[in-house]
């Protein structure tokens, strides 16, 4: 488990491969630095883990890296919400330097979009786009035909207003012909838990999924919540928080 120092707290981590390597990437803030930066550790076959490397910092907050690659580039996608943008990231040495390949929509209060491609169609996932208490309930769809645009909103938007299962919680993961998206449960409290829903139609105008089964905090000893699932061929990645007591106070922590 990589745990983070005293005051600081661990989130959103996202698995990518490179030459049989992997590379973990995710959110880093505490109450030094309450803004969110990109970090970037390693993980080896016996599960080991490296020191974490600072991977991308900018001016506003910065969350949920889905990192992918496309027609020969390595791309990041993190959260940019405060910075009322949805932007893409384009690899110039990996893992720690990057720039901005392009703001893909501007003036939105969008939180953890999600990428996804099927067949040359690119999906986006996100939450929000509207009030601030639609963060959590309010799932929206975009299309495009590469990861650059233009963006096309779903016809149907918000596809999903459920509190159960609406923000997501990671890449979504193809099982055999089924495409299955996790999601965050906030019925609770903000990513108290994880729900998996399997895609039944998605289409430019239609869209269907089916809850199938979650993912509680109760899977380790004094969780209380957890919000972010990934996984790959050799691993899976999950964040969760937790109680630490700290001078006799029960403070909020996170690790994964």
């Known amino acids: 488990m990589l745990e983070p120092p005293e005051g600081m707290h661990y989130a959103d981590p996202f698995i990518f491969e490179v030459n049989e390597r992997t590379y973990v990437f995710f959110e880093v803030w505490g109450k030094s630095n309450p803004k969110g930066i990109i970090h970037v550790s390693t993980l080896d076959a016996a599960g080991h883990w490296s020191p974490p490397a600072l991977a991308l ?4 907050h910065l969350s949920y890296p889905q990192v992918f690659s496309w027609r020969g580039d390595i791309y990041m996608l993190p959260e940019s919400r405060h910075n009322r943008t949805i932007e893409l990231y384009r690899s110039v040495r990996f893992p720690n330097t990057w720039e901005c390949a392009a703001v893909l929509i501007e003036g939105v209060d969008a939180v953890d979009a999600t990428f996804f491609e099927r067949e040359g169609c690119w999906w986006m996932f996100t939450a929000g ?7 959590l309930r309010h799932l ?9 645009g233009p963006w096309q ?5 918000p596809v999903v207003d459920d509190l159960s299962r609406a923000r997501p919680a990671g890449s979504l993961i193809v099982i055999g012909n ?11 409290c903000y990513g108290y838990a994880i729900s998996w829903n399997r895609i039944d139609v998605l289409t430019e105008s239609a869209y269907h999924e ?15 919540a957890v919000h972010t699932f990934n996984q790959n061929a050799r691993w899976q990645v999950f964040d969760g928080k ?9 403070v909020p922590d996170s690790a994964f």
Do not use: K
């Not at 786009?129 to 963060?135: I, Y």
């Open 210 to 224: 089916t809850p199938i089964a979650s993912l509680s905090p109760n899977i380790r000893d004094g969780w209380v």
């Open 178 to 188: 089924q495409l299955i998206r996790p999601a965050q449960d906030c019925r609770s």
């Open 57 to 60: 910092e900018r001016p506003y």
């Open 129 to 135: 786009l509207g009030r601030a208490e639609d963060r």
């Open 242 to 250: 937790r109680l630490v007591p700290r001078r006799n106070i029960q």
């Open 153 to 157: 909103p779903h016809t149907s938007n």
């Open 140 to 148: 929206s769809i975009f299309y495009a035909q590469s990861p650059f």
